[in-house]
């Protein structure tokens, strides 16, 4: 069964700094790997889709990077700002696709300190 | 908005309480779903409609009760239901649902549903 972990839970850090953001799961076996932001109290908007044949993809000041022989992948925010603030989450697309193969992480709550 | 409208936005209900939330899209979609998001859980899938036959029913307790008139609108109903039935639960929508490993299919989430079970 397909598990998707986060690391860390939570960070806050001050406006302006470069982070990352872990995501690791434990079967290889996926089509493609997205990111999501959830705001308190919203829905979830994805901000970046990478597909298994592609090692990256950016938007703006993210970069999302995928190593999917070893399971992991980052989120990379440059220059951090207050509006950066939110939960981010990693959803994998494995076994039959579509929603029903969507495997979510648990997020990581992010806090940018202006 | 995202397109996708959910109601009510917060609902406070009692164990032996018969509810619903409903969930709205015109954004042309076949496929809708809702999601339960429990704190400190993953995102977990309830149940997948495509063209308004249910595809996907992720074990869920029948005390939660999908309803799919048309491809717009998606309905839950509840009933009897238990504190750790607590949670947000979230609708979304996609135009199928298949891969969405080319981009082209993607999910919007509405804004959720806020549940407090007493």
């Known amino acids: 069964k397909q598990e998707v972990t986060q690391i860390p839970a939570a960070l806050s850090v001050p406006e302006g700094e470069n982070l990352v953001l872990n995501c690791s799961f434990t079967?290889?076996?996926?089509?493609?790997l997205q990111w999501f932001r959830q705001d308190p109290g919203k829905g979830l908007t994805s901000l970046l889709l990478?597909?298994?044949?592609?090692r990256e993809q950016t938007s703006g000041r993210l970069n999302a990077s995928l190593d999917k022989s070893s399971g992991r992948s980052t989120l990379y925010i440059a220059a951090s700002q207050p509006g950066d603030s939110a939960t981010y989450l990693c959803?994998?697309?494995?076994?039959?696709?579509?929603?029903?193969?969507?495997?979510f992480g648990k997020g990581t709550h992010l806090i940018i300190q202006p | 908005e995202t397109g996708v409208t959910q109601t009510p936005r917060h609902l406070v209900m009692g164990m032996t309480n018969k509810k619903s939330l409903k969930c709205e899209q015109h954004?042309?979609?076949?496929?809708m779903y809702w999601y339960k998001q429990s704190a400190k859980k993953p995102l977990e899938l309830m149940f997948v409609?495509?063209?308004?036959?249910?595809?996907e029913n992720n074990s869920v307790p029948s005390r939660f009760s999908p309803e799919c008139p048309n491809s717009s609108h998606l309905f839950l109903h509840l009933h009897t239901l238990q504190p750790e039935d607590s949670a947000l639960y979230l609708c979304?929508?996609?135009?199928?649902?298949?891969?969405?490993?080319?981009?082209?299919?993607?999910?919007?989430f509405g804004a959720g549903s806020r549940l407090t079970v007493l």
């Open positions: 979304a929508s996609s135009p199928s649902s298949g891969l969405f490993y080319s981009g082209a299919n993607v999910l919007t």
């Open positions: 079967d290889s076996a996926i089509y493609n």
């Open positions: 990478i597909q298994s044949s592609q």
């Open positions: 959803a994998v697309e494995a076994s039959g696709g579509g929603a029903d193969g969507l495997t």
């Open positions: 954004l042309g979609h076949n496929a």
């Open positions: 409609y495509n063209f308004k036959e249910q595809t």
